[in-house]
């Protein structure tokens, strides 16, 4: 098995046992996934020269997993994503504010992990 095959599997085991379920959302379309959550450190830089220092939460998914109706797509700016385990929880847009939306995080690029930031609660 290759580095790349091995790093899949265990990202794909770690997404079962231990990877919250999440409705990834587009134009009124839902795929219901699992994703690890992890978290990305921003600097902006302001027109007054102050630095903005922020935080995206990142969700980590399997790039096979973001299929509708048989159609493999892209996280792209607007999308949104939301942990289901709970009613109330964040809504996540992906990429609000022109950040990359996503990065793939394995050189077979078969796990991707988007960029987003809380936007609101679901109700």
Not at 7 to 25: C, F, K, N
Not at 28 to 33: E, H, K
Not at 48 to 54: A, L, R
Not at 87 to 112: L, T, W
């Amino acid at each position: 098995m290759s580095l790349s095959a091995a790093i899949g599997s265990v990202l794909r085991s770690l997404r079962s046992s231990t990877g919250e379920r999440i409705e990834y959302r587009r134009a009124g379309r839902v795929v219901r996934l699992r994703a690890l959550i992890g978290r990305t450190a921003t600097e902006t830089t302001l027109e007054t020269g102050f630095v903005s220092v922020g935080q995206l939460e990142d969700f980590l998914v399997g790039a096979a997993d973001l299929d509708i109706d048989g159609v493999r797509f892209l996280p792209e700016r607007g999308d949104q994503l939301v942990r289901v385990e709970l009613p109330g929880q964040p809504v996540f847009q992906v990429c609000p504010n022109g950040e990359d939306c996503y990065r793939f995080s394995d050189p077979a690029r078969s796990q991707i992990r988007i960029h987003t930031q809380a936007m609101g609660v679901d109700p």
